[in-house]
């Protein structure tokens, strides 16, 4: 998914970053004030506990909880057989007290500390330096052979014997000229030269290096050739954001601009419209047709419903429909960051080969996702089963909170509410009552829970004074005697 314009407002306490590709909403970053994301910051951190049994450790890295360190990210890539490393043992990388450079993998969240690795790297415009590894590698996304060999040329040629690490060249690489691409593969190793110095004079935990501010990791991750404009609101911002792209991205300058309008910057474009549409359930397509999102704490599920039949039979309808929704779903993936566990229900198909369609477009509209889902395949009652790695809440946990829980209904909090009356009334036989409740609770009182209500007042010998209270949640009430 390419990005065409980044959109950044900066508010009191929040700056939001829009990215759109064909005036559509394909991303969304939200950074807030004492909120502020630790992926990507390399610390010093100190090993407080060694934990065999979980064959994993907890590092104190200078924040609330101690970060979660697994054996998986702490053993070296490439070294050993399979069986060996399964072998492995925690033991055999770190004791406690033992001081241990690492990264944030993902952010801390509820009682769970943030996930760390040992396998520290650098992120740059064109490439990604790890250090300790050796040589380079070209990402699967440049599919050019003529440019794969025009870098693998000039990696060759520029990549010197001292080097201190491994190189992987991003997609972007592919439109970088021969003198930047030197010029940063020098500079990621003299950042590292700079850490390993800090290092060597910091006492754990120590921050070693703080990731970009999100506006300028944007520049950074998103300035392709596709980009076209950089709209900001903020006058400092724009200002900081024109001295980060002389010295490190020249080519988007003359890109960023300052927004002046009468009106909010998001409110021209329509992102607040779309950030709402991105928080809905029910997500239209095309055709007609629909996809139901429903988040859960175990897992996200997806319903695909095909739109009215236009013809073309019915087993060809369900796989338009149903390739339509998996284009569609690979972008609400990303936008709205699902992870974990996703379980689709697509229209049902009966042919064989319509199912094994299905699954490679699929598999294709999820492989151009950076985070790289899994497509595992179709159960035998037909549901599509995919897994996402997590980095961080997603975009309803963040602007909704946490995913909801079930919130009774009218008529159920209005039976509880004379069932409390009962039970008041049992030890005050001869008094009178009243309740005072949400507006639809009240509301139930006298409508479908009417003949409830009479029974109550019959057994009491009077009416119950009913008081709607718009300041009451539908879950409150209170009961007490007139």
């Known amino acids: 998914m390419s990005t065409e314009q980044i959109l950044i407002n900066v508010a009191p306490g929040e700056t939001r970053l829009a ?21 990507s910051n390399i610390y010093l951190g100190r090993v407080t506990a060694v934990l ?15 970060g979660f360190l697994a054996l998986a990210d702490l053993q070296p890539h490439g070294e050993g057989r399979r069986e060996d490393l ?52 070209l990402s699967r996304r440049i599919s050019d052979a003529t440019e794969r060999e025009r870098l693998t040329t000039l990696m060759e040629k520029i990549l010197p014997e001292e080097a201190n690490g491994g190189f992987v060249l991003r997609t972007a690489a592919q439109e970088a000229e021969d003198e930047d691409l030197e010029a940063e593969v020098r500079h990621m190793m003299e950042r590292w030269k700079t850490i390993e110095a800090d290092r060597q004079g910091a006492e754990a935990p120590a921050l070693l290096q703080r990731e970009l501010e999100p506006a300028f990791a944007a520049l950074r991750d998103f300035g392709g050739v596709d980009l076209e404009a950089i709209h900001v609101d903020d006058g400092d911002l724009f200002n900081r954001l024109k001295e980060y792209a002389t010295e490190n ?14 009106e909010p910057l998001f409110d021209t474009h329509g992102i607040e419209e779309m950030i709402d549409a991105a928080l809905d359930p029910y997500v239209p397509l095309p055709s007609g047709g629909n996809i139901i999102i429903s988040e859960t704490p175990a897992l996200t599920a997806i319903d695909v419903n095909t739109g009215a039949n236009t013809g073309g039979g019915r087993e060809n309808n369900a796989l ?3 390739e339509e929704a998996a284009v ?26 319509n199912q094994e369609k299905l699954q490679q477009t699929l598999r294709k509209v999820m492989g151009q996702d950076p985070l790289r889902p899994h497509v595992v395949g179709f159960t035998k009652l037909g549901l599509a089963e995919m897994t996402r790695r997590r980095r961080g809440p997603s975009l309803s946990e963040i602007l909704a909170g946490e995913t909801a829980a079930p919130v009774k209904s009218a008529e159920t909090v209005a039976l509880e509410v004379l069932r409390a009356v ?9 008094a009178a009552f009243s309740v005072r409740a949400a507006p639809d609770v009240i509301e139930a009182l006298g409508g479908p829970v009417e003949a409830g209500r009479k029974e109550v007042e019959a057994r009491l010998g009077s009416a119950l004074a009913l008081n709607a209270d718009a300041d009451f949640r539908r879950e409150s009430y209170h009961v007490e005697k007139a």
Do not use: C, W
Request: aromatic share 4%; no cysteine.
């Open 320 to 322: 338009n429909s149903n």
């Open 422 to 430: 009962l039970k008041q009334a049992a030890a005050a036989p001869s």
């Open 86 to 137: 399964r072998r492995d043992q925690i033991a055999n990388y770190v004791s406690e007290g033992d001081a241990i450079v690492v990264q944030v993998l993902r952010d801390p969240e509820e009682d769970k500390g943030a996930k760390l690795t040992a396998r520290v790297s650098l992120t740059g415009r064109d490439v990604i330096f790890s250090p300790g590894q050796k040589g380079f590698s």
């Open 52 to 66: 065999d049994g979980l064959q994993a450790a907890f590092v104190e890295i200078g924040v609330e909880r101690a």
């Open 19 to 39: 990215f759109l590709e064909k005036n559509r909403l394909s991303g969304l970053v939200l950074s807030r004030a004492g909120q502020e994301s630790l992926v």
């Open 328 to 353: 569609e779903l690979a972008n609400q993936v990303q936008l709205r960051n699902l992870s974990g566990l996703l379980i689709v229900d697509f229209v049902s198909m009966r042919r064989r080969d």
């Open 249 to 262: 991205t020249h080519d988007l300058l003359d890109l960023i601009q300052l927004h002046k309008g009468p």
